[in-house]
């Protein structure tokens, strides 16, 4: 009998570690579900994380670390000035990503304050592949507009283009032709694309953007919080790309950005921490003294010397190809099972999150009825699984008119801490899903009671309608 092999792209992934301590996390009854959503407002943020079974809310600083980053803890240096964990993550930010200078900060939204305070003058306009709630909120207070130049493929949930996070480049020549390149401080260019569905932008996008932002002048900063995830995609759909290392892609990606800011809480496998790096010196140095009046001295940023060192280590682990298979698998795994029972989610599915499409789990509830965030509550009073609302809420009010914005997407996201979970908690996470869109017919939408000014979704309260 001749020898049997499987086609090793046909084999499956397992996780590149083993459990060594454990959590315990339990599943309240049904009464206590009920009662508990009832008393957070039908907002899955103002739960308490004890009532909840399986966390599906982020991926954000929710990940496991590993015995690397916790050894490295031990050997955090806590000097006021000058830590020797700062020059760790220092080299290898520059190592991985390939930019010149780095200024560490508490988390991606310090580093968003910062970048926007240096680069936005009032009146400025900001293209962007779509927005993110705190990055356009920065942006917005430090004076300047987002305008979206996301391909328009982006707002259809159902379209299988590869790279649903490209910018538009017509859309993005036209803003610049438009306003001139005085008013546009820089591109905001997000890989992967969180609130479009954690959507990939191609290399062939990045090196045009480049070139067409180069004949006009104006950099290209990019948020960096999920771009390992965006070179693994870049690696598995790309032509030319696929023998290439995830490592390299990164840099090659970064090579055509002139800066970054990033949530190292995502793709670098730590509860907390951040950077912003430039490789203009001059804006590097205003950042560098800013920082001071907001973070933290230039060498710690609003961090213990721990911190700064589980996040060098977290970077070069959030780059090995056997961990990054295993974590966009996990992700995908979860949006087959959900397919297969025909729950309608966003294709492809993304690289951080399954997003479940609220507009046709619920087509009978109008999107001033708050459809997504209906869907996270019942999500939540089924099984205990925590999600998060993508839509009408987080979209929030047009600074300008004070109107509610409505966005083409009304998504709930089921999100995946790295290193956490197993796939029996997916299973579990599917039936009670679909649980819940067997039974859809009789939700009915929620009011909002209670709409607090800034980043409203966090800690809005409902009631149901
Ligand atoms: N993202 C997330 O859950 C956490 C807070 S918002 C609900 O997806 C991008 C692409 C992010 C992001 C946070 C930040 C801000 C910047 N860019 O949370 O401040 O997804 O570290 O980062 C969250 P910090």
């Known amino acids: 009998m001749s020898e049997r092999r499987r086609d090793p792209a046909k084999k499956s992934w397992a996780e590149p570690w083993k459990v060594k301590m454990v959590e315990p996390a339990r599943q309240l009854a049904p009464e206590l579900l009920r009662e508990r959503i009832r008393d957070a407002g039908y907002n899955t ?72 305070k240096v680069y936005i003058k009032k009146g400025d306009f900001v293209p ?27 707002s259809d949930p159902q379209s299988l283009h590869p790279f649903k996070g490209n910018v538009d480049l017509q859309k993005l020549e036209d803003l610049l032709k438009k306003k001139g390149q005085n008013c546009i401080p820089y591109v905001s260019l997000a890989a992967t694309v969180n609130m479009a569905g954690g959507q990939p932008v191609s290399m062939q996008n990045a090196r045009e953007i480049r070139a067409l932002c180069d004949r006009y002048g104006v950099p290209v900063l990019l948020d960096a919080t999920r771009a390992v995830e965006n070179a693994y995609f870049i690696q598995q759909r790309e032509t030319g790309y696929g023998e290439k290392k995830v490592a390299d892609i ?3 990606f970064c090579s055509y950005t002139d800066g970054a800011w990033m949530s190292a809480k995502k793709d670098s496998l730590v509860n907390i921490g951040g950077w912003l790096a430039l490789n203009d010196a001059e804006k590097f140095g205003e950042a560098q003294n800013l920082v ?115 966005p083409g997407l009304e998504l709930v996201r089921a999100a995946l801490p790295r290193r956490v979970y197993t796939q029996a908690h997916m299973d579990v996470a599917t039936e009670a899903i679909e649980e819940v869109h067997w039974n859809r017919a009789r939700a009915r939408g929620l009011r909002m009671v209670y709409e607090p000014k800034y980043l409203r979704f966090f800690q809005a309260r409902f009631e149901p309608v």
């Open 128 to 154: 962007g592949n779509m927005y993110f709630t705190t990055t356009r909120i920065h942006q917005e207070l430090a004076g300047g507009t987002f305008v979206d130049v996301i391909v328009d493929e982006a």
């Open 250 to 252: 990164l840099r090659e």
């Open 45 to 116: 943020f103002l739960l308490r994380s004890e009532d909840v079974y399986i966390d599906l809310l982020t991926d954000s600083g929710a990940s496991a670390m590993s015995d690397y980053q916790w050894a490295g803890l031990m050997l955090g240096d806590e000097a006021y000035a000058g830590s020797r964990n700062f020059y760790h993550l220092e080299a290898n930010v520059q190592k991985f990503y390939g930019y010149t200078y780095v200024v560490p900060t508490h988390q991606g939204r310090g580093a968003e304050h910062l970048v926007s």
């Open 292 to 406: 001071v009046v907001y973070e933290g001295l230039h060498t710690y940023g609003g961090l213990a010397g721990r911190d700064m060192e589980a996040m060098a280590r977290g970077i070069e682990e959030s780059v090995e190809e056997d961990h990054i298979r295993a974590r966009v698998g996990q992700v995908e795994y979860l949006g087959q099972k959900l397919l297969g029972w025909d729950v309608p989610i966003v294709l492809p599915v993304g690289g951080h999150a399954v997003f479940l499409d609220a507009k046709r789990f619920y087509p009978h509830i109008p999107q001033e009825r708050f459809p997504a965030q209906t869907l996270a509550a019942e999500i939540y009073r089924e099984a205990g699984v925590r999600t998060m609302e993508r839509g009408i809420l987080s979209a929030g009010r047009d600074p300008q008119t004070g109107l509610n914005r409505f």
